[in-house]
Every structure is written in structure tokens, then in C-alpha cells.
């Protein structure tokens, strides 16, 4: 995406990476956590003991055995997710793929399965109980978003 905004296709964009470019601006707005989050109807009891452990290769084992929800060609928040808190990448797919996250919370909400997720983006739905948050990760993956643009960009920065 950063092309686009070299080239003028696009005007602005939203980022978790900056990269050294001299047309671009970047402008920090916001921090996200990544969390691993589960639906409504799942029994987390052995999890929750097992992370009392501290037992990170059974834990990893256990989530390995779930049902995992992710996204049309992203597996980025989980394979960092995975890679923070077990130092590797994860070795199996999601068993649902869905168009976006917000999918991913609809179909938590209505039984079990695991994914991670941003924390902004199911903040109403852990608080309301529709799913339920079950680790923020040992070490917690906190992404801070910038908004990107172009240096010679009048009519935006007008409207921001």
C-alpha cells in the first residue's frame, strides 16, 4: 500500500509498519493488543489451568488441538501471536476461514473455536460476555497503528 501512496493512487492509509521513505509521512494513533479470544459456549477450565502452569509447550499443544477461526490470506496477527509467545510459527490453518474479523467475532459469539484478534475489535463483545477473552499472551503483542501519507498532500491534511 505504500506504493499506492508513492504513486498517488492513494491518499492516506492505516499501518502498523513504518518504513524509511522520504515522500511519506507516518503518524501514530493508536496501540492494539493481540489476543487470543474464544467463543461464548467454550470451556475454558483446562486452559485457564494450564496457564497457571506456565507449561508453554502443553499450552501450545492444547491450542493446537482446537478449532481455529481466521481470515481470507492473514494469518499475520497469528503467526506474531504465535511467534512472541512460543518462538516459532505456528504449524497448522485456521479450520474456518471467514472474509473479515469482525465474522470471526459473529461466529465465537454463537458457540466455541479460538482466534486472534485485535482487542479493539471485540472489546463490546468481551465486555457484553459474547466472547471471551483468554490470554493476552505471556509476552502481550501490542502493535502501535500509524496513519501514512504522502509529504505533498495539501488537500488531505484540510480534511484531517
Wanted: charged content about 25%; hydrophobic content about 40%.
Amino acid at each position: 500500500m505504500i506504493d499506492g501512496l508513492e504513486k498517488g493512487i492513494l491518499d492516506i492509509i492505516i499501518t502498523p509498519q513504518i518504513v524509511t521513505n522520504p515522500l511519506i509521512t507516518f503518524e501514530a494513533f493508536f496501540k492494539e493488543t493481540i489476543i487470543l479470544i474464544g467463543g461464548k459456549d467454550m470451556d475454558r477450565q483446562a486452559f485457564d489451568h494450564l496457564l497457571k502452569t506456565a507449561d508453554y509447550p502443553t499450552i501450545e499443544t492444547w491450542l493446537q488441538q482446537q478449532k481455529w477461526y481466521g481470515t481470507t490470506g492473514d494469518m499475520e496477527h497469528l503467526r506474531k501471536f504465535w511467534q512472541l509467545n512460543f518462538n516459532k510459527y505456528p504449524d497448522f490453518r485456521p479450520n474456518y476461514i471467514v472474509p473479515n474479523i469482525n465474522s470471526i467475532v459473529r461466529c465465537l459469539s454463537s458457540g466455541k473455536g479460538l482466534a486472534i484478534v485485535p482487542d479493539f475489535l471485540c472489546k463490546n463483545e468481551i465486555e457484553n460476555g459474547s466472547v471471551q477473552l483468554l490470554w493476552k499472551g505471556h509476552k502481550p503483542l501490542v502493535n502501535k497503528l500509524y496513519f501514512a501519507t504522502r509529504k505533498k498532500n495539501s488537500h488531505l491534511k484540510k480534511s484531517l
